[in-house]
């Protein structure tokens, strides 16, 4: 996939957003995955995504994915992320992304079918979609992968439910690099799931006591807070009219965002990747709001969709800044739904974001050489949350060491292996 990179992608530099990266690649991965499932599928998960270098209107963003390994109803795609520079052609790694996607169950294929159809017309029809599901189970691509499709055989598949089993098409790995795929997925699989399972309670629990204690700020109150007493001690120094220590409430920023159609796939369930962009959009403002210096995304932690969104409902962003080191800033941005007709609000996921803080007049962009402002937590939870962040931030400097090192040994395989191996 290739997406020219706009002005309307783009901050006011001409840097492309992180979320929009992130909407391309679930976008991408989305293609995929439905090309490989049959089935509808949506995003759960995203791990984490290391973004090694910015893109601008000069470049066009080239993405590459593929379904590494799949289970009975999910499966992992790996995407690739490079760019193009328009005028001399030279191309960059820019990131890589895994996602777990889950298939969805399909309805029966009876009421799939336009009512108005006779009987005989329906028999008919249901006749032919067998007839192409067992040609594509014989055709040359199942020599690569091993298929197995409702409605292909004797059986129909359907569950006690009225709707289709799920059986997703199992990857059957032959040249080296799949299997090296094939086995990384398994062992990243197993990792999430660790990870999903280990006993958190306190972490959550400090996640969770946070997100009530946002949902009491409010845009007025963080405003007034700005304005008044931005900086809690008023003895520390100002440099450039700027404060030296900041309250950690005084970054809080919000956004609500109506899911319309253009935002959601055929099932009506929201993108995946534009919830990312919203996200990102309103971790920014947070950034901006403490640093007052250009800025961009680093990274973003690795997220799961608790909960589906749909068409109509309205999603709130609520972010803070946490942590905040010499030129960069840890931000954490969690997600409410609200459906419009019930009243009905549900937590359904979150994130922490890195923004890195740029010199402003420099170009190509620069962190900034002097020290970001103090960020002062207003409580205890704010203080703990802060406190975590160091070992957050020692986690992404050892992923993406891991990732920069990846692909300077890609670099130094030969081309036909290089373009493989790239894709896993």
């Not at 292909?152 to 009225?162: E, N, Q, R, Y």
Request: charged share 20%.
């Amino acid at each position: 996939m290739t997406e020219l990179v706009l002005p309307s992608h783009c901050d006011v530099r001409g840097f492309c957003l992180g979320g929009t990266v992130l909407s391309w690649i679930d976008i991408a991965a989305g293609i995929a995955a439905k090309k490989h499932g049959v089935y509808p599928a949506v995003t759960r998960s995203v791990d984490a995504v290391h973004f090694l270098g910015p893109i601008t209107t000069r470049n066009i963003v080239i993405l590459q994915a593929c379904v590494n390994r799949a289970w009975k109803t999910s499966m992992e795609v790996g995407v690739r992320v490079m760019t193009e520079d328009l005028l001399s052609a030279d191309q960059r790694y820019c990131c890589h992304a895994y996602l777990t996607f889950v298939a969805l169950p399909q309805p029966p294929l009876s009421t799939l079918l336009p009512p108005t159809l006779t009987p005989e017309q329906q028999r008919q029809q249901q006749d032919e979609a067998i007839a192409a599901r067992a040609s594509l189970a014989s055709s040359p691509a199942a020599r690569r992968y091993s298929f197995s499709l409702p409605g292909a055989g004797k059986s129909s598949g359907m569950s006690s439910s009225g709707q289709r089993s799920i059986q997703l098409p199992a990857i059957e790995p032959i040249t080296p690099i799949e299997m090296e795929r094939y086995t990384m997925a398994q062992s990243r699989r197993e990792k999430r799931l660790q990870q999903s399972n280990e006993a958190k309670e306190e972490e959550n629990q400090l996640l969770s006591d946070i997100r009530d204690q946002m949902r009491r700020w409010n845009v007025a109150s963080t405003t007034s807070s700005r304005r008044t007493k931005p900086d809690l001690d008023p003895s520390s120094p100002v440099t450039d009219g700027h404060p030296k220590r900041i309250a950690m409430q005084a970054t809080f920023a919000e956004s609500a965002q109506l899911v319309l159609p253009q935002h959601a796939n055929s099932l009506s369930i929201t993108f995946g990747g534009q919830v990312m962009k919203w996200m990102e959009n309103v971790a920014a403002v947070s950034a901006s709001r403490f640093a007052r210096v250009p800025i961009v995304t680093a990274s973003i932690d690795s997220l799961q969709f608790h909960r589906k969104t749909m068409i109509g409902d309205c999603l709130t962003m609520r972010s803070v800044v946490t942590r905040v080191f010499h030129s960069s800033m840890e931000v954490y941005v969690f997600v409410d739904s609200e459906n419009l007709v019930t009243g009905k609000q549900t937590f359904t996921n979150e994130a922490f974001f890195s923004m890195v803080a740029l010199q402003p007049s420099l170009t190509p962009p620069l962190p900034i050489k002097t020290s970001l402002p103090t960020l002062v937590p207003g409580s205890e939870l704010e203080m703990a949350l802060s406190h975590a962040g160091e070992k957050r931030r020692i986690r992404r400097l050892e992923q993406r060491k891991e990732l920069a090192d990846r692909e300077a040994l890609a670099v130094l395989m030969s081309p036909m292996e290089t373009n493989d191996k790239r894709l896993e």
